[in-house]
């Protein structure tokens, strides 16, 4: 099955500063979603990007389909931004299920 | 907006009881699914159902079984629950296809005793 590689997994950021997290997944894929995991639990739809660059506000995400790889940039963090970070992929013929990262914990200190 | 809620956010049981963890979604999805999560072990996917009465096995089904008889409404039901079933259980849904966003519930903590 496909592997997908979610790095760094910690970071620790003071507010204020930029950070870039990384997916590497190894096979083509129709659908790839990027999530925030909030401390409660939830996960927020933050991406729904197979290809191309999106933007949201402070953060942005760039998927590299040809390169398989998708990047997820927080500019100007914030405390609120701490959680932890889901990078998840659809790929094959009619799957329907995503595979998920094991994630990037981000902490955000004040 | 999407909404997909799930029936409890926190719930304690005993080893040896029969659990129900309902997920309701209001968006007409096809397409619902049933993960846990647990440290070091990320999502992974219990039951997956496409359809009224229709469902596929994920990559964790023992254990478990799951029930849809209302495209809006999917169950996850532990038949004699054990502690190694203690974990985070989520919801989600999406309609069928590809090219689709998923949609996640808030999540409902269990803890088995």
């Known amino acids: 099955g496909i592997q997908v590689e979610q790095s760094p997994p910690d970071l620790i950021l003071q507010e204020g500063a930029n950070s870039t997290l990384r997916c590497n997944f190894s096979d083509s894929v129709n659908n790839l979603q990027w999530f925030h995991q909030n401390p409660w639990g939830q996960l927020i739809n933050l991406f729904y990007i197979p290809s191309g660059t999106k933007q949201n506000g402070r953060l942005s995400a760039t998927t590299v389909a040809t390169e398989r790889y998708s990047l997820l940039y927080i500019s100007s963090s914030q405390t609120t931004d701490s959680g932890v970070y889901f990078c998840?992929?659809?790929?094959?013929?009619?799957?329907?299920?995503?595979?998920f990262g094991k994630g990037t914990k981000l902490t955000v200190n004040p | 907006d999407v909404k997909v809620t799930q029936s409890s956010r926190y719930l304690v049981k005993r080893t040896g009881e029969k659990v129900f963890l309902e997920c309701v979604q209001d968006m007409d999805h096809e397409n619902m699914f049933w993960y846990r999560q647990d440290p070091g072990l990320g999502l992974r996917l219990i039951y997956f159902s496409y359809d009224v009465k229709m469902k596929e096995k994920g990559d964790i089904p023992e254990g478990y079984s799951v029930s849809r008889e209302k495209k809006e409404r999917f169950s996850l039901i532990l038949e004699s629950a054990s502690t190694n079933q203690t974990s985070m259980y989520l919801c989600a849904s999406r309609l069928a296809g590809s090219s689709y966003e998923q949609y996640f519930g808030p999540g409902t903590r269990l803890t088995v005793t």
């Open positions: 998840a992929v659809e790929y094959g013929r009619g799957s329907e299920k995503l595979v």
